[in-house]
């Protein structure tokens, strides 16, 4: 995985930028702390940060190839599962390799193909690509939108970045917030709408999007989407299919000549991935797997079951990592190095993000990375079956809101009324879920209940997941750690799209197929533990903390978050009686109480750093 930045502008010779174009790319060196290259030429300049995961000698970037007179520049953030079949495919194609990097392939593949080459390419990428010849920019994302990729047009300048602090160090970008952008903050965040910058002019490419940009115009549009058609499978069949995808996920998602290990709850999905990664160690020789995990001090002692987190991971993790003899690291984290990371987690977020579920990834890939450079991690599984608790619970359904953001009203009581009457001036999250709705395929002849499944798939496969995802990447980038998700495979995705509700709960069990196809690789238990999301802290100094920050900023009358927020209904609420037993989720199964006070907190620190205006 790497970092990548780049310019355009018609009307400078970008020749000249070296420095700023080097500053542009140096925000990211956390993304590839392996090396830096920059290539400029009179319209177009690209930043590279790389961090080496496959061909340390053949993969550097910027890479530059030349077709006859043609010559085409590349920069690329992500990894490719089917290099080998693509390279098979061009080499009879007459193609010759200096390298046995994906980059090549990748580069060579537009070379060959043009744009259609992203209908062969299986992986998780966001490129660029410059076409000298045509004086054309060509960009593009994968399917699922594991690797991010920002851009803005600003005066006579075209920027993108992997992240916006990338675009932030171009003169000609304003960290400005425009109402658009407040709603995002206040009302949807810590997710966004699909394709939102949140700074003003700010755009992220959508997941399965090309853009391209010339003299003349620039143009975005979808290469990949999912289409809804009949199943014709029976359930044995289907389950059969999907145990070969998800197999050829993680085996594909092994391949590296640097180390490798996966993140281990004792849950479904992650212990899933663990025994399929550790039976392809054991076949292919390369010795014991290595898996990590993360708890907390205290939560032994503190821990509370609850609708989202029934148990407790640590006797589940020690099961699965006896079972399948991997060498085991857990890693614990303490009270204050959860405070003390959620400034860092906001400076890789570049916004005010999950709290503690964002700063304790963040700690947990910083020990993980000290042993390995590329994980595998569970994500998705439960967005493509149906785990979450929401997909069960028809009352959390609303034609006004996602599943995920409860309790609205909450938020809006510690606004000032200036911001809350900004806020309620239309309904913000009931048009973004209505738009979300309306692209979804729809089946014809389908029952209400299969019509209803196939929306809530869809939501939060494009609304829910990519927080997640984002969080994933922001975190394990920000210590050059490659966390891989195998569930987010473009072919796996693409056939439980059409799986019917009632077989995808085979069993009468959240995500019952999955479980089913996981027969005879996961021990009985693991197969029929119940869902429980990743662990946060329950410890009370967590709240106890978060609330004397967020006390210490009501009381700064230059705190920037202030015109935003009615200090005395904040200062009120920390006073209300047994703080820390009191269950408000706001966002998603983790986020409460503590969360809050943090993300406020995280706020204002973002706001502060980023110099952030408001208009």
Not at 66 to 78: A, C, I, K, P, R
Not at 198 to 214: A, C, N, Q, S
Not at 500 to 526: F, H, V, Y
Request: overall charge negative.
């Amino acid at each position: 995985m790497c970092g990548i930045t780049g310019w355009i502008n018609w009307q400078r010779n970008l020749n000249q930028e070296r420095e700023l174009v080097r500053n542009m790319t140096k925000t990211l060196y956390n993304r590839g702390p392996d090396a830096e290259g920059i290539w400029l030429s009179e319209h177009a300049a690209f930043g590279h940060r790389r961090l080496v995961v496959v061909d340390p000698e053949g993969g550097a970037q910027p890479m530059t190839r030349q077709l006859g007179d043609q010559e085409y520049t590349m920069v690329y953030n992500g990894e490719l599962y089917n290099t080998e079949d693509i390279r098979r495919e061009l080499i009879d194609r007459g193609y010759r390799f200096r390298s046995h990097s994906d980059t090549e392939v990748l580069l060579t593949s537009f070379m060959e193909w043009g744009e259609r080459c992203l209908e062969k390419l299986n992986g998780i990428f966001a490129f660029a690509i410059w076409d000298q010849a045509q004086q054309r920019l060509f960009m593009a994302r994968d399917r699922l939108g594991v690797k991010p990729l920002f851009y803005t047009q600003s005066g006579s300048s075209f920027l993108f970045a992997s992240e916006l602090k990338s675009l932030l160090a171009h003169p000609e970008v304003e960290p400005v917030i425009d109402r658009e952008g407040l709603n995002e903050l206040l009302i949807m965040g810590p997710s966004r709408t699909p394709g939102n910058g949140i700074f003003r002019g700010v755009k992220e490419l959508l997941p399965g999007h090309y853009l391209t940009y010339d003299r003349n115009q620039l143009k975005t549009g979808p290469y990949w989407t999912l289409t809804s058609k009949p199943h014709e499978e029976n359930l044995e069949d289907t389950t059969e299919r999907v145990r070969e995808l998800f197999m050829d996920s993680v085996k594909r998602q092994l391949v590296a000549d640097v180390p490798v290990c996966t993140l281990l709850s004792g849950g479904l999905d992650s212990s899933a991935i663990t025994a399929i990664a550790a039976e392809t160690y054991k076949e292919e020789g390369k010795g014991p797997l290595h898996t990590f995990s993360v708890d907390y001090v205290g939560n032994e002692r503190y821990f509370k079951s609850n609708e989202y987190q029934p148990n407790a991971d640590a006797p589940w993790i020690k099961r699965v990592s006896d079972y399948f003899g991997t060498v085991h690291h857990s890693i614990t984290i303490d009270t204050h190095q959860l405070v003390d990371a959620l400034k860092d987690a906001v400076r890789l977020r570049d916004l005010p993000g999950m709290a503690d579920i964002d700063a304790s990834l963040y700690l947990f890939c910083k020990e993980i990375k000290k042993e390995a450079t590329v994980a595998l991690s569970g994500e998705c599984a439960d967005e493509v079956f149906g785990g979450y608790p929401w997909f069960h619970r028809p009352e959390l359904w609303s034609d006004q809101q996602f599943p995920w953001t409860r309790n609205i009203d909450f938020k809006l009581g510690f606004y000032s009324s200036e911001v809350k009457q900004e806020l309620t001036k239309g309904n913000y999250m009931a048009e973004r879920y209505q738009e979300a709705i309306a692209e979804v395929s729809k089946l014809g002849g389908e029952k209400t209940s299969e019509e209803k499944a196939r929306e809530m798939f869809h939501l939060n496969l494009t609304r829910w997941m990519p927080t997640l995802l984002d969080r994933k990447d922001r975190m394990s980038m920000g210590v050059g750690l490659e966390v891989r998700v195998p569930f987010c495979d473009h072919r796996l995705v693409e056939y439980a799209w059409n799986i019917p509700w009632e077989m995808k709960t085979s069993g009468d069990r959240e995500k019952g197929l999955l479980r089913r196809a996981l027969q005879g690789i996961l021990p009985d238990d693991i197969l029929t533990r119940k869902k429980s999301p990743y662990p946060k802290t329950h410890h009370p100094a967590y709240l106890e903390a978060t609330k004397n920050w967020l006390l210490e900023i009501l009381e700064d009358p230059h705190a920037p978050i202030q015109p935003l927020i009615h200090k005395e209904s904040i200062q009120s609420f920390m006073r209300t009686e047994d703080l820390t037993n009191l269950h408000v989720p706001w966002f998603g199964q983790l986020m409460n109480v503590p969360q809050w006070f943090a993300y406020l907190a995280q706020m204002n620190t973002w706001m502060e750093e980023y110099k952030v205006k408001l208009v």
